[in-house]
């Protein structure tokens, strides 16, 4: 497993990390959980994100459980807030209060003293970004958090983010967590390079696009057990499961297999050509998807291999 650094902060990251949602505290039991985390920690894998609002705290608390053992140090821990909890009017959002008992409540359920990653999940339009901007400065004074970032940001909101950091004295925002793969590039033409400018690496959620890049939906096929076949956890892959785009992606497994590499894998490398990208957020619910997604960690697609891509994703499904 090879790390990068977390946009222009200190923290290093494994370039593959184990994300939490639509698995751990739902889809796998806790034994299943524990034997996942276990697995990803012994890969060399530093980095677990999740969020409060995944099963309804369920996986913060699965994850914190699934951890125990693991000599706090030695891993990163990210979570988020934003969205409803309850049907409480201030259960939500990016407001002072909702991010300070947010995090409380995090805190509980992952067991843990302080979360190095707290993440704002989307932006907030009815919260000031200087009032969300202070309470993550007084939170970090605080020591219950480390760093903060954002996920699915405007390139404008994370400059604007930056700006009342730097006229507070604050700390800035290091990370963005956008969805980002093969068939989803809508980052490259402004967010990447704001990024790139002021500071922020990027978390990538959803590199195997809900893994229609996993190559398992040849065909139109949806496997039992799939997450295409689940009612309940398909709900944002009707795009990618358009037959012109699950042709182009069958097309792309002779490209794979001519570098003896899995097409997950190769997927993967192609979001970690991007040197801006920290790392890319895999899920699991069998141990063998784990260690084949870790093994796209330090791979490097050359030249004539990303024009293939690009030639054989040409037109851009989105």
């Excluded at 141990?287 to 697609?301: T, W």
Aim: aromatic residues 6%; hydrophobic residues 35%; charged residues 25%.
């Amino acid at each position: 497993m090879e790390y990068r650094k977390l946009g222009h902060s200190g923290l290093r990251v494994s370039e593959v990390s184990l994300g939490s949602w639509l698995t751990l505290g739902s889809r796998i039991d806790r034994e299943g959980t524990r034997e996942i985390v276990q697995r990803a920690f012994d890969l060399g894998i530093n980095f677990y994100d999740t969020a409060d609002v995944y099963a309804n705290g369920e996986a913060e608390t699965a994850l914190g459980q699934a951890l125990h053992g693991i000599p706090r140090p030695n891993v990163v821990i990210a979570t988020k807030c934003f969205f409803p909890m309850s049907e409480r009017p201030n259960d939500r959002g990016l407001s002072r209060k909702h991010i300070f008992e947010s995090v409380d409540a995090s805190l509980r359920r992952l067991d843990t003293d302080y979360i190095d990653l707290h993440q704002c999940h989307r932006p907030d339009p009815d919260t000031p970004i200087a009032e969300t901007v202070q309470a993550y400065e007084d939170l970090i004074r605080q020591g219950k958090l480390l760093y903060w970032g954002v996920s699915e940001w405007r390139a404008s909101q994370i400059v604007d983010a930056c700006r009342q950091a730097d006229q507070r004295n604050a700390v800035r925002p290091i990370s963005n967590q956008p969805q980002y793969s093969m068939l989803r590039r809508g980052i490259e033409k402004e967010v990447l390079p704001v990024c790139e400018r002021e500071g922020l690496g990027q978390v990538v959620f959803s590199p195997l696009a809900q893994g229609v890049l996993s190559g398992k939906y040849s065909g139109g096929a949806k496997p039992s057990g799939s997450r295409a076949a689940d009612a309940l956890r398909n709900q944002f892959m009707g795009d990618f499961l358009r037959p012109e785009v699950v042709a182009r992606v069958d097309d792309l497994k002779p490209v794979a297999s001519d570098l003896g590499i899995s097409l997950p894998q190769l997927a993967l490398a192609w979001c970690l050509r991007q040197s801006a990208v920290s790392s890319v957020i895999v899920g699991a619910t069998r141990v063998a998807q784990l260690e084949d997604n870790a093994k796209a960690s330090g791979l490097r697609l050359t030249h004539e291999t990303l024009a293939r891509i690009d030639e054989i994703l040409a037109p851009n499904p989105r």
